[in-house]
T-cell receptor
């Protein structure tokens, strides 16, 4: 199993809503990542979890709140988002120190209205 | 100067052509060099990665790294319509802090039947 599964595939939410994005992998990877990708732009790193602990936060606004409940799951909780937060949110995973072989999920396409 | 420069294209070639995709970079600390393929509305898929300088071949794909020139290339032989996608180069540092991938902007490739 070399898949990273993200749900939902699409999400439309209002600026006052609270929603969560989910990511799951069963490759035994202990590093998991959230990236944000705007149209025609490269992915931008948001957060890195290492051994289920947050190790990197790339100065992401607090309206994005990550959570890693166990070694297979990664969540991204969303609250009070702005329309400019609309993007493709990508989850990735890798072995520790091996981001050169990171596997990406298909992404959640988020639209904030 | 951006850390990684990649011509966004678009690049359009006939089926069977040899495709050359390139990135330049400014940070000599980069040690790992990756190429990702991203189909429209999908997550990036790792094609190849190379450590330091040299060539690496995998089927129709060849990756080259020239650290002295800070220049990397991906060659696709006998290109197929299914190769039509955006190709992203990515780079990272070596050592324990190599969590962050720095991506190029991506090159949109279309292979015409």
């Amino acid at each position: 199993d070399t898949e990273v599964t993200q749900t939902p595939k699409h999400l439309v939410m209002g600026m006052t809503n609270k929603k969560s994005l989910k990511c799951e992998q069963h490759m035994g990877h202990r590093a998991m990542y959230w990236y944000k990708q705007k149209a025609k732009k490269p992915p931008e790193l948001m957060f890195v979890y290492s051994y289920e602990k947050l190790s990197i936060n790339e100065s992401v606004p607090s309206r994005f709140s990550p959570e890693c409940p166990n070694s297979s799951l990664l969540n991204l909780h969303l609250h009070a988002l702005q329309p400019e937060d609309s993007a493709l949110y990508l989850c990735a995973s890798s072995h520790i120190g091996r981001n050169t072989e990171a596997f990406f999920g298909q992404g959640t396409r988020l639209t904030v209205v | 100067q951006k850390e990684v420069e990649q011509d966004p294209g678009p690049l359009s070639v006939p089926e069977g052509a040899i495709v050359s995709l390139n990135c330049t970079y400014s940070n000599s600390a980069f040690q790992y060099f990756m190429w990702y393929r991203q189909y429209s509305r999908k997550g990036p898929e790792l094609l190849m990665y190379t450590y330091s300088s040299g060539n690496k071949e995998d089927g129709r794909f060849t990756a080259q790294v020239d650290k002295s020139s800070k220049y990397i290339s991906l060659f696709i032989r006998d290109s197929q319509p299914s190769d039509s996608a955006t190709y992203l180069c990515a780079m990272s540092y070596s050592g324990g802090s190599n969590y962050k991938l720095t991506f190029g902007k991506g090159t949109l490739l279309t292979v015409n039947p």
